[in-house]
C-alpha cells in the first residue's frame, strides 16, 4: 500500500489534482514517500461494476471497494477530495459520455422489464447518492477551520448581506406527520442480535418483505419513521399560497444527493405541488412520456420536447403560465432560467441555506435581483437549525467575520451512521397497510401505519462508533480548551436513545473542568450563534446529517467558504482520513474553466489536508523527513493566505494554476530555509531558487491561457492528457517541478 492515497473524484477537485498532485509527488519523493491514486469519480464508479460491458483494456479495478477494506487498516492513510454524490440526471449524463467514448454500457433502466434490467438498476443504484462517503468513513469526524484559515478571515473579511429586521425570509416545514414527528427508535437487546426482516402487511393481510438480513448487533440503536405523503401535498400547496400572498420568493432546499431514495421523492411533490394543473391537465401525455417529476421541471422540459411541434408548444405554454402565476420562484441561474425545481442535484440544503444566510436572507428571483425567500424545508428534524440562524440576523443584523468565533465539528458518521445509512432501508409504500421490522425470533422491533405513497425509513447506528464519537467530543474539548455541545433533542425518539448513550460513556473518560451540553438542535444553533457573534468558540458534537449541515453552514459564515475546512477522520483501527472540503460549487467553477480556461476552485483545503496527512504519516512511520514537509507546508499556507494569493474571482487574475504555483514556492524556500533535514534543504535549495528566479515567467503563462474556451475532452471522464495539457500550461513550472 502506498504512504499516502491521494482520491482521483469529478469535477472541479479533479481538474486541480491535474496541477496539484505532481507537485505533491515531487515533494514528497526525497523523503521517501510513495503518493497512490485511488479511482473514486462517479464514470470511474461505474466503470468497475459494469466489466462484463466492457472490452479487456476498458476495464478497471473497483478502486473505491479496495479503499474500503483499506481504511480498516491501522496504516491508512487517504487524502479524500469531494467527490459527485450522483442524482439521476448526473448518472444519466456519465452514461451518456462514457457511451460517446467508446463504453458500451447500458442505459439506466427507470422501469426495467427483465431480470437484467432489474440486476442493471439495481447496480447503477447502488452508484448514485452517497456512495462513497459511507464506505470510506470508517471512522467520525474532526472538522474545523484551520488556524491560518480562520486568522485571515479574520484579517480580510469576506462580504456578508445586510439583514433587516424587516426581512421576511422565513423557514417553513412540516412540523407533524413527517420524519420527525413519526420516528421510532430502539436500542437492539441481545434478545434481537441477528437478522432481521423490513416487511410490509397489507390490509388484507399478505406480507411482502421488503428487505431480508438486516444485522442487528447488541447496543445498536435501530430507528424507524415515514413521512406521510398526502401531509407533505397538503403542507406545500399551503406554502406555495403563502409565498405568493407574501411577495417572497418560494424555495425547497433537500439533500436528494445524500438521501438518494427519500429526499427525490419529497422533490418530486414539490415539482408536483408546483406545476398541478399541468400535470393534472396533460395527466394521460405524461404517462405516455414516462414524466417523473422526482426528476425535476428539466427532465419535463426535454420529454416534453420530443412530443409534435404543437403538443409541446401547448404543454410548455402551460409550464410558463403555471410558473407566471405561482410564487416567485428561487433560481439557481437566473440568466439561464434554471429554478430551484429544475433538478434536485442543485437542490443541496448544506450550500444554499448557508448562501441565503450569508447573503442576508436573499435569493435570486426570476428578474435576476434578489428578494427575500421562503425557505420550504419539509421534514422539521433539523429545519429548526436554520430557523435559529435566520431570526439571530433578523434581530441582531449580520454577522460579522472579522469578530466571529468559530464552531468546529465533531461528527458521528462511522459505519453508515444514522439517516445517511438509510438508503437500502427506504422505500415508497406500495398501498395502505403497515411497514415494520421483525427480529429473526419473530419479535416487531418498530412499525408504523402507512398510507399508499407514503416515505417510510429505517437506519441503524452502531454502538462502537457512538462510543468512539464521545471520546472524540471529549478529547476534543480538552485539547481546544472549547466548550462542547451535544446537538440532540431529548424529545425526538432517536436522539433519546444517543443521549442514554452519551451520559453513560461519559464516565470513561476524564471530564473535569469541561463544559459539555446537552441542547436540542434548534437550541444548540440559537446558543452557538449567539457565542460566535461574541467572538466565542464552541464545539457542535452532531450526529451525521448535523455533521454535514453545519460544516458548511457555520464555515460559510465565518470564513466564506466550506472548501477551506480541516477535515480529519481518526479512523476506528488507527489510520488516517483527511477530508478536503466541500464541492458544492464544483459544477459552477468547472463550467467557467470550459468558457474562460479559468479555473477559480480555491484548494486551500487540499493544502491543509495534505499537511495533516504527513503528520499522521510520521507518527505512524516515524517518517521525520514527513514531519519536516509537514511543518514547512504550514508555513507556506500562512505564507499564501498573508500574501493574497489564493484564486481570485475574473480572468486575468490568479486563478488555481497560479495558486498551485505560490504554494510549490513557498513550501520549497521554507524546505530550504530549515534545518532540521540537511538532505530536504540541500534538495530543495536550487528548486526554491529556480522557482523564484522563475516567478514573472511562470505567473505570465500559466495567466496566459486565460480567456478561451478550454477543451478537457469530457466532464465526467476526461482524458488525463488533455487534462494535463489545460492544467499545466507553464513549461517552466513542469521543467522545474517535473
Known amino acids: 500500500m502506498s504512504d499516502i492515497i491521494y482520491t482521483k473524484v469529478d469535477e472541479a477537485p479533479e481538474l486541480a489534482s491535474a496541477s496539484f498532485l505532481p507537485i505533491i509527488k515531487a515533494f514528497a519523493k526525497p523523503a521517501g514517500i510513495e503518493i497512490g491514486t485511488k479511482d473514486i469519480s462517479l464514470a470511474g464508479r461505474i466503470l468497475a461494476n459494469f466489466p462484463q460491458y466492457l472490452t479487456d483494456a476498458q476495464k478497471q479495478p473497483d478502486d473505491l471497494a479496495e479503499l474500503g477494506k483499506l481504511v480498516t487498516l491501522p496504516d491508512a492513510n487517504v487524502i479524500k477530495l469531494p467527490n459527485i454524490s450522483a442524482s439521476r440526471p448526473q448518472l444519466n449524463a456519465a452514461i451518456k459520455e462514457l457511451q460517446s467514448q467508446g463504453y458500451k454500457l447500458p442505459d439506466y433502466p427507470a422501469e426495467p422489464a427483465t431480470d437484467e434490467d432489474k440486476k442493471v438498476k439495481a447496480t447503477y443504484d447502488a452508484i448514485m447518492g452517497s456512495a462513497v462517503n459511507p464506505v470510506l468513513r470508517e471512522g467520525n469526524s474532526d472538522r474545523r477551520a484551520p488556524n491560518a484559515v480562520k486568522e485571515f478571515a479574520k484579517k480580510n473579511p469576506h462580504s456578508m448581506g445586510a439583514w433587516l429586521t424587516t426581512s421576511k425570509t422565513h423557514v417553513a416545514t412540516m412540523g407533524q406527520n413527517d420524519f420527525a414527528a413519526n420516528e421510532k427508535s430502539v436500542t437492539i437487546a441481545a434478545a434481537s442480535a441477528g437478522t432481521a426482516k423490513i416487511e410490509f402487511v397489507a390490509k388484507d393481510g399478505s406480507v411482502k418483505v421488503l428487505k431480508d438480513n438486516l444485522k442487528l448487533t447488541d447496543g445498536d440503536v435501530l430507528d424507524a419513521t415515514y413521512m406521510s405523503a398526502k401531509a407533505l401535498s397538503d403542507f406545500l400547496a399551503k406554502e406555495i399560497q403563502d409565498a405568493k400572498d407574501k411577495g417572497v420568493l418560494f424555495s425547497v432546499h433537500l439533500k436528494a444527493t445524500m438521501m438518494k431514495v427519500s429526499d427525490p421523492i419529497i422533490f418530486g411533490h414539490v415539482v408536483k405541488a408546483f406545476l398541478k394543473d399541468v400535470f393534472d391537465k396533460h395527466a394521460a401525455t405524461f404517462v405516455e412520456l414516462g414524466v417523473n417529476p422526482d426528476l425535476g421541471i428539466g427532465d419535463l422540459e426535454a420529454k416534453v420536447a420530443t412530443l409534435a411541434a404543437d403538443k409541446a408548444a401547448e404543454i410548455q405554454a402551460d409550464i410558463k403560465a403555471a410558473l407566471d402565476n405561482g410564487p416567485a420562484m428561487y433560481m439557481v441561474n437566473s440568466d439561464k432560467g434554471i429554478t430551484n425545481l429544475h433538478v434536485s442535484s442543485d437542490v443541496i440544503i448544506d450550500a444554499s441555506m448557508p448562501a441565503l444566510i450569508r447573503a442576508g436572507g436573499k ?56 439517516e445517511y445509512g438509510s438508503h437500502p432501508q427506504t422505500f415508497k409504500a406500495p398501498a395502505d397497510g403497515s411497514i415494520r421490522i421483525v427480529d429473526a425470533a419473530g419479535t416487531t422491533l418498530l412499525s408504523h401505519d402507512v398510507e399508499g405513497g407514503d416515505i417510510w425509513r429505517a437506519c441503524l447506528t452502531k454502538d462502537a462508533p457512538i462510543r468512539d464519537w464521545v471520546k472524540l467530543g471529549v478529547s476534543r474539548a480538552r485539547l481546544s480548551g472549547m466548550p462542547g455541545i451535544f446537538w440532540l433533542d431529548k ?118 489536508a495534505l499537511g495533516a496527512s504527513l503528520e499522521h504519516l510520521a507518527q505512524v512511520k516515524s517518517n521525520a523527513k514527513a514531519q519536516v514537509l509537514a511543518d514547512a507546508l504550514d508555513k507556506a499556507i500562512e505564507k499564501l493566505l498573508d500574501n493574497d494569493k489564493s484564486p481570485q474571482r475574473k480572468v486575468g487574475q490568479l486563478d488555481n494554476r497560479g495558486s498551485h504555483f505560490y504554494i510549490a514556492l513557498y513550501w520549497a524556500q521554507g524546505l530550504a530555509a530549515q534545518d532540521k533535514d540537511a538532505e530536504l534543504k540541500a534538495y530543495f535549495a536550487p528548486i526554491a531558487k529556480a522557482l523564484s528566479e522563475n516567478e514573472d515567467k511562470i505567473v505570465a503563462e500559466l495567466n496566459g491561457v486565460q480567456g478561451n474556451p478550454a477543451d478537457t475532452g469530457g466532464y465526467y471522464h476526461a482524458p488525463a492528457a488533455k487534462v494535463a495539457a489545460v492544467m499545466r500550461p507553464s513549461a517552466t513550472l513542469n521543467g522545474i517541478i517535473g
Not at 435576476?368 to 441582531?396: L, M, Q, R, T
Request: hydrophobic share 35%; proline share 5%; aromatic share 6%.
Open 491 to 608: 424529545n425526538r425518539a432517536h436522539d433519546a436513545e444517543l443521549i442514554k448513550k452519551v451520559e453513560a460513556y461519559l464516565p470513561e473518560h476524564d471530564t473535569s473542568g469541561l463544559d459539555l451540553k446537552i441542547l436540542a438542535p434548534s437550541e444548540a444553533a440559537r446558543v452557538s450563534t449567539e457565542r460566535i457573534a461574541r467572538g466565542e468558540d464552541t464545539i457542535s458534537i452532531t450526529g451525521n446529517v448535523l455533521r454535514d449541515y453545519l460544516t458548511d453552514l457555520y464555515p460559510i459564515l465565518e470564513v466564506g467558504t466550506s472548501a477551506k475546512m480541516l477535515s480529519i477522520v481518526p479512523l476506528m483501527n488507527g489510520g488516517g482520513l483527511f477530508e478536503t472540503g466541500a464541492g458544492g460549487s464544483a459544477p459552477k467553477h468547472v463550467q467557467q474553466l470550459m468558457e474562460q480556461n479559468y479555473l477559480r476552485w480555491d484548494s486551500l483545503g487540499e493544502f491543509c
Open 363 to 418: 435569493g435570486w428571483g426570476p428578474d435576476g435581483k434578489e428578494h427575500d425567500a421562503k425557505c420550504v424545508i419539509p421534514d422539521s428534524s433539523y429545519a429548526g437549525v436554520y430557523d435559529a440562524v435566520i431570526e439571530f440576523c433578523k434581530k441582531n443584523g449580520a454577522l460579522d467575520p472579522s469578530k466571529m468565533g468559530t464552531v468546529p465539528n465533531v461528527g458521528l458518521m462511522a459505519q453508515k451512521a444514522e
